[in-house]
């Protein structure tokens, strides 16, 4: 079945120490989506690649990286991870030949700060 | 504004319907959707309906859009203990570059 995979899907990390979160899709869809999600919150996107092209937003931190090697693969790099950057992180993607332009989630990355 | 709004919580017995509600606030999103978050899992996409229609029915799915006054709903029929979960409305902005999601509803079905 097509899908998104996000490994791993706990990942536990010590304050400031780098590390980074992995999602790939068989959907060969040209859009993916990194999105943060806190306890009992919305999720909030972090920022999108569209093909190889990068969109960051606004209110994203520095903190927060991210790399598309190729159609399938993209990665989320947290460089000093803080104790508010514990959260479920998701990864979506959406094909824009799609006119609903519908996103799919992966199973998420809970990641905790010690 | 971009704000989406749900109600945060919704208890009904099983087998009755519910119906969660959203309002959102930009006339200009062309699609909106209904996501389903059961505990430490990710979002599955239930249904979407585009702006132009009023209403959209996917086996126990209803969706209902009424675009004068921002107001989506999902009723779910014959609500069962595996319905319960967090359910989120988004908008769809920019024509697919980012959805805006409410806070969610957490359904709680009780036998």
């Known amino acids: 079945d097509a899908m998104v995979i996000q490994n791993p899907r706990y990942q536990v990390t010590q304050f400031g120490k780098p590390v980074t979160l992995s999602c790939s899709q068989t959907l060969n869809h040209n859009v993916m989506y990194w999105y943060q999600q806190k306890s009992s919150q919305a999720p909030k996107l972090l920022f999108h690649y569209y093909d190889k092209d990068f969109n960051n937003e606004a209110d994203t931190p520095d903190n927060f990286q991210s790399r598309r090697p190729n159609t399938s693969f993209c990665f989320l790099d947290i460089r000093s991870p803080g104790l508010g950057d514990a959260a479920m992180y998701l990864c979506a993607t959406s094909s824009r030949g799609s006119s609903s332009y519908e996103q799919y989630f992966g199973p998420g990355t809970r990641l905790t700060v010690t | 504004g971009e704000d989406v709004e749900q109600s945060l919580f919704l208890s009904v017995r099983e087998g009755d319907s519910s119906v969660i509600n959203c309002t959102y606030t930009d006339s200009s999103s062309t699609y909106l959707y209904w996501y389903k978050q059961e505990p430490g899992a990710g979002l599955q996409l239930l249904t979407y309906?585009?702006?132009?229609?009023d209403m959209k029915q996917d086996q126990r799915l209803t969706v209902l859009l009424n675009k004068k006054d921002k107001h989506l709903s999902l009723r779910i029929a014959d609500t069962q203990t595996g319905d319960s979960a967090i359910y989120f409305c988004?908008?769809?902005?920019?024509?697919?570059?980012?959805?805006?999601f409410g806070q969610g509803t957490e359904l709680s079905v009780k036998p």
């Open positions: 988004a908008e769809n902005k920019n024509q697919g570059g980012k959805l805006i």
């Open positions: 309906i585009f702006s132009n229609m």
